[in-house]
């Protein structure tokens, strides 16, 4: 793998910043939920297939498990795009804040994200 340039480990310091302070879950607790029937319950599904946000929050596992080193270029874009979902989403909410069960949250916590942590 070729060396990345100053600009692109800056962009990757970045990066891995804003997921990690958009994923404030911890791998056992976002484990935990996407074991959960909330958790499959919610989100967009195709033809009963499990959910895009479920799959994603597999996929964010896979990351979590990875030492940064062995992050590849796919594993940043695919970073870039959940805190993207993450701060849409935020501000989604509307009046499902307020409910701690909401489809809304549940969605989030798929993306690894909880809205009800401080």
């Not at 302070?21 to 911890?26: D, H, I, L, Q, S």
């Not at 909330?38 to 996929?59: C, I, L």
Request: glycine content about 6%; aromatic content about 6%; proline content about 3%.
């Amino acid at each position: 793998m070729a060396k990345a340039s100053s600009e692109e480990a800056e962009d990757r310091a970045k990066t891995w910043e804003a997921f990690n302070e958009a994923v404030n879950m911890t791998p056992a607790a976002l484990r935990k939920h996407l074991d959960s029937e909330a958790s499959q319950a919610v989100g967009q599904k195709t033809d009963g297939a499990e959910s895009t946000g479920h799959r994603e929050g597999r996929r964010i596992l896979e990351i979590k498990d990875r030492k940064r080193a062995d992050l590849t270029d796919d594993d940043y874009a695919h970073m870039r795009k959940v805190v993207s979902y993450v701060h849409r989403h935020l501000a989604q909410g509307g009046k499902s804040r307020q409910d701690p069960d909401s489809a809304w949250r549940m969605s989030l916590m798929n993306w690894g994200h909880d809205p009800n942590k401080s």
